[in-house]
């Protein structure tokens, strides 16, 4: 798999085909936005339990964060780059100014390929996930005071035989979805999202993601 312009085509492709579904105004309390950014996997992921290569790779990777700890929401939990979107702002427009903001990525609507399910967290948001393409990118500019690690993921990492892990929760007749990643996992909604993705845009198989659960401390 290389991050050319094949890849994009393809993932610019599904997404175009796919029926997305968008949360209603009910549901849809908060509303934010998320980058999920597809980069060459450079010099690698950085994690237990993934090799780094010893050159730059040019394989495809996604970018992921960790939330830094002085943060009130979430803090250290693994997220896409995003945030709330502001008055008459659309989710491209939210996922590109946050993506900016928090990693100094700047890109434009050209870069955008299209977008994944609403998905409605049990905190009070409905998360609209727009897929990003960034390509060969040598570094970012992470800010501070909300990203403590900025790490490339390739997409291989999300297509394991083991992934999704999914777990029954009490209370719910749905289980609660994470993808392993390495020697560690990442959890829904971000999770979930990733899941999404690997499905829908590179799998072609048609899977739906808005059902299942979230850890309890990630409902916070």
């Not at 993932?11 to 949360?23: F, P, Q």
């Not at 040019?58 to 997220?79: D, F, M, N, V, Y």
């Not at 909604?189 to 829908?200: C, D, K, N, R």
Request: contains cysteine.
């Amino acid at each position: 798999m290389k991050i050319d312009d094949v890849f994009r085509s393809q993932i610019r492709s599904a997404l175009t085909r796919w029926e997305r579904l968008s949360a209603d105004e009910a549901s849809a309390r908060k509303r934010a936005a998320v980058a999920l950014t597809i980069v060459d996997e450079g010099l690698g992921a950085g994690l237990p339990g993934i090799e780094n290569p010893r050159v730059w790779s040019e394989s495809p990777a996604i970018l992921l964060t960790r939330r830094a700890a002085a943060l009130r929401k979430h803090a250290g939990q693994w997220a896409l780059p995003g945030g709330g979107i502001d008055p008459g702002e659309s989710p491209e427009e939210a996922a590109l100014r946050e993506l900016h903001e928090e990693v100094g990525l700047a890109l434009t609507e050209d870069n955008i390929l299209g977008m994944l399910d609403d998905f409605v967290t049990h905190s009070g948001f409905c998360i609209t996930p727009v897929v990003v393409w960034a390509g060969t990118t040598r570094g970012f500019t992470p800010n501070e005071a909300e990203v403590a690690s900025t790490h490339r993921i390739p997409v291989t990492e999300f297509m394991r035989d083991d992934a999704p892990l999914l777990e029954a929760i009490e209370g719910s007749v749905h289980p609660v979805l994470r993808m392993p990643v390495g020697d560690r996992w990442i959890a829904a909604p971000t999770g979930a999202i990733l899941y999404q993705f690997a499905e829908v845009c590179v799998r072609g198989r048609p899977t739906r993601v808005g059902h299942f659960e979230q850890p309890l401390f990630a409902r916070r």
